[in-house]
């Protein structure tokens, strides 16, 4: 299954948020530059870091993110499969599960989404930026797989 197409908005938001700030430090090496006489190539540094931080933060990555972005959650095992460059995939045995529980920010719960957490002994794994009805019914579905799981140990 796939994340919520939202994702993409959200992600592209945490760009533009990661853009802010790059942009406020080139400003102020910007004026550092300008009060100091340093060389200009500082300036010049400060907005390509910008412009390319704009183009595959907010244009080119949150999009292959998403293509990428699979999970299947089945009797005996949750499977995982993200990544961009290196595509990884990750197999969660039920029987494994210690707890599962859902997460919201301000910015995903203005998108009506939520990011599902699946801990166990070693350690957490997370379905982000799904439908908050979505992640709500796949947290309890986990939980009561794992529960089953359990008690066939």
Known sequence: MRISERALTVWKLYGWISAAVTLLIGAGLTTLTLIFDWSIWFIIGSAIALILEIVLFVFVLPTLKWKRWRYEVREEEIE??????????????????????????????????????????????????????????????????????EDDV
Do not use: C, W
């Open 80 to 149: 995982l499969q993200h990544g961009i460059f290196i595509v990884t995939r990750t197999l969660v045995p039920m029987v494994r599960v210690q707890h599962v529980e859902t997460e919201q920010g301000p910015i995903l719960r203005k998108y009506r989404l939520a990011t599902v957490s699946i801990s166990t002994a070693a350690t957490l794994h997370q379905i982000p930026a799904l439908d908050i009805n979505e992640a709500d019914a796949l947290r309890d579905s986990i939980s009561a797989l794992a529960r089953v799981a």
